[in-house]
């Protein structure tokens, strides 16, 4: 590995370039920052996945986003045709115990299991889109005013039985309440799925994806082009719910992370804790 092209630093960093500061959490569900001293925009990769680059000539960050199932331990980063490793840390998250009373939500039939692989098919489509649209900023807005219901990374029980931890973060708000882009970029997809209900995505540029769940109204197309804070619904209680909130979800080289991670501020990311 060529290390004189290489500067590698994991620990306690933060984005300099930028306008705000977004720490890193090289944790499972968080987001590994590795500086690349490049002159040309390096490529980079993780798991086989375009990663995300942003900077300036000299000063590229290659931000990666790891999943819940991260082991702790070394990874390693493919940059360009050299590859370097990064260390991530544990994390422990804690476990929720959810009561669903629409039984067939927790249990679904076999008509419903081929519904819930049409809907995976097109949520991974979604998913998986790269557009090179640069980024000047990784900040993101609440896209609700309202409640952090619950956060990011719970390890859930649906009616006492083990289902996925939680991939997004929950927002409570009262139904009708008006949801905005968390960032601007392009609806990529809407659709209305099984779990999710009503659901819009939308691409900001380097494999970063939102995702809005459980929605009542839908009021953007695919297609369309949003500014930061536009209106594209509204809160509702689509899809397996317990009540109207908005699923919140941030997709960074085609894994969910920890959406609080882009919020600025102090006083959002304690919310999380309420
Ligand atoms: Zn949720």
Redesign the pocket.
């Known amino acids: 590995m060529n290390t004189r092209l290489l500067y590698v630093n994991i620990l306690c960093l933060f984005f300099s370039g930028f306008s705000s500061t977004v720490p890193a959490e090289a944790v499972p569900g968080g987001i590994a920052i590795i500086d690349i001293r490049e002159d040309a925009r390096p490529q980079a990769r993780y798991q086989g996945k375009q990663v995300m680059v942003t900077g300036r000539p000299g000063r590229w960050q290659a931000v990666v986003g790891l999943s819940l199932k991260t082991k702790a331990g070394l990874h390693r980063l493919q940059i360009n045709s050299v590859s370097t490793d990064f260390t991530v840390t544990d994390k422990q998250y804690e476990s929720q115990y959810i009561t669903i009373k629409d039984r067939r939500k927790v249990n679904p039939n076999s008509l419903d299991m081929e519904r819930i692989a049409r809907d995976k098919q097109h949520i991974d489509e979604a998913k998986n889109t790269w557009t090179d649209r640069e980024k000047d900023s990784m900040e993101l807005i609440l896209p609700v005013q309202g409640r952090i219901s ?1 956060p990011f990374g719970l390890r859930r029980f649906f009616n006492r039985q083990p289902r996925k931890p ?5 927002i409570a708000a009262g139904e009708g309440t008006a949801i905005r882009a968390a960032a601007a970029g392009r609806v990529i997809k809407r659709g209305d799925y099984f779990f999710n209900g009503n659901t819009v995505f939308i691409d900001h540029g380097q494999g970063m994806i939102t995702m809005y ?2 929605m009542n109204s839908i009021e953007v197309e695919e297609g369309q082009n949003l500014a930061k804070g536009e209106i594209i619904g509204s809160v509702g209680q689509t899809g397996r719910v317990t009540g109207a ?1 908005l ?2 979800g941030v997709i960074l080289n085609q894994t969910m992370v920890d959406p609080t991670l882009f919020i600025a501020g102090p006083a959002n990311r304690k919310q999380q804790r309420e």
């Open positions: 619950s939680h991939s997004g973060l929950d769940c459980h909130h699923h919140w």
